[in-house]
């Protein structure tokens, strides 16, 4: 706050930019249709449903792009959720740090890469279920009745997950010596 206060003095004033920008619609309807219509306009592109004919794409992506900000539903799912995600990156980015810091280094890629992952499914749902809450659904009653199953799951998954990766191919499998044969036998 107080660099907002000594930007006007040195002669701007981002905040009251920032202001400006908002009352005008930017956040709320330019912004949100830019995304969606760079979006839809990329994807029509990538798949190349009309060949290569970018004047359909484009009058697709424009159709969607306004038809998507006819209600205020997609202006306040932006504003719920960017905010949000925003929030998550940081935690992410400030666990990546602290995993760095503590794993020794010839381990850091795999659990940096593993951690990284399950740390980034945790802040998805979140950030979606606290998104999706001002509609008036949340997430969390359904979580608090079926969280014991969602654990199992978590266990059998990263069970099968262990022994998958601990399996070495090259190594020949443990021989288990057959009932009554000698395991040493004498040098005679």
Do not use: H
């Amino acid at each position: 706050m107080l660099m907002l206060q000594f930007a006007s003095f040195y002669g701007g004033d981002i905040g009251g930019v920032l202001s400006y920008w908002e009352s005008l619609g930017l956040f709320s309807y330019v912004l949100p249709f830019l995304l969606i219509f760079a979006l839809v306009f990329g994807i029509l592109t990538r798949v190349k449903i009309f060949k290569d004919n970018k004047a359909i794409n484009g009058v697709i992506a424009l159709t969607v792009g306004l038809l998507a900000l006819q209600f205020s539903f997609v202006p306040v799912f932006f504003s719920e959720i960017f905010p949000r995600l925003g929030v998550g990156l940081a935690l992410i980015l400030s666990a990546l740090i602290l995993f760095g810091l503590f794993l020794p280094e010839e381990k850091t890629n795999k659990y940096v890469g593993w951690g990284g992952f399950l740390l980034a499914l945790i802040v998805f749902v979140v950030v979606t279920s606290q998104s999706f809450a001002w509609t008036g659904g949340t997430w969390e009653w359904w979580f608090y009745d079926n969280w014991p199953k969602i654990l199992g799951i978590g266990i059998i998954i990263g069970a099968i997950a262990l022994v998958w990766t601990s399996t070495d191919p090259k190594k020949p499998p443990l021989q288990v010596p057959e009932f009554g044969v000698p395991i040493f036998r004498s040098g005679k």
